[in-house]
């Protein structure tokens, strides 16, 4: 168990944000609408989980600032302690329990980096608008699981190597379609559900199959136009 800062989306001000850069650590979460009755006229939220972020660089802006962050992993959310100037509560790691089938999960974990690399391949022959994300996005998020995690928290909340590369695969494609950004974020949500790394594994592993040929079926597209 651990005592962090907490930030509810990112709406935190230059003098909060050096702050926290001392600590290098914060959590991100999202408010969970709940139900207390049928008759409740007010909305009502809870906060269940979130993600131990890494603040790896922050740049003051003419308006706000431009910071650079990185997830670590899942944390529960066990109270709040302190409100101001910035939320502070207690958190522990949130990890899957699935230790078994090690060597199954080390196949689907093998599989899943082939598809990624595949993927990848495809995606910077893909001609994408100017102001598109970078198409190394989903390459340097594996790398990035794959890097020896030394950062300055306890240990206890540092994924395993096939858990951070389960979640590796969720992200955006460059070119992607609004409804596949949308269909992207409903995949994070089911991911960040799931406690089974195996599952997790086979999920992302259909993501990214799904991912080649859509990106397959634009190069063709882009050929023919071309």
Not at 107 to 122: D, G, R
Request: some cysteine; charged content about 25%; aromatic content about 4%.
């Amino acid at each position: 168990m651990s005592i962090v800062a907490i930030d509810i989306a990112f709406l935190l001000t230059f003098t909060v944000l050096l702050s926290l850069l001392k600590k290098k650590n914060f959590v991100h979460f999202v408010l969970d609408p709940i139900s207390i009755n049928s008759s409740a006229t007010e909305a009502s939220f809870a906060a269940r989980y979130g993600c131990l972020v890494l603040i790896e660089r922050i740049e003051r802006l003419d308006v706000g600032a431009l910071v650079s962050i990185r997830g670590i992993g899942r944390v529960k959310i066990l109270k709040f302690v302190q409100a101001d100037p910035y939320l502070v509560g207690e958190v522990k790691p949130m990890q899957d329990t699935d230790l078994n089938g090690a060597s199954a999960i080390s196949l689907k974990v093998t599989a899943l980096k082939e598809a990624i690399h595949s993927l990848n391949s495809l995606e910077i022959k893909l001609k994408a608008p100017k102001d598109a994300l970078l198409q190394t996005n989903i390459l340097n998020s594996l790398i990035w699981a794959e890097s020896k995690q030394s950062l300055e928290c306890d240990e206890a909340f540092l994924p395993s190597l096939a858990e951070r590369v389960s979640f590796a695969a969720l992200q955006p494609v460059s070119g992607a379609t609004r409804s596949e950004l949308l269909k992207l974020q409903e995949e994070k949500l089911r991911a960040m559900d799931l406690k089974d790394t195996r599952q997790r594994l086979e999920h992302s592993l259909e993501l990214i199959k799904e991912s080649i040929s859509t990106v397959a079926a634009k190069l063709a597209i882009q050929t023919v136009e071309m």
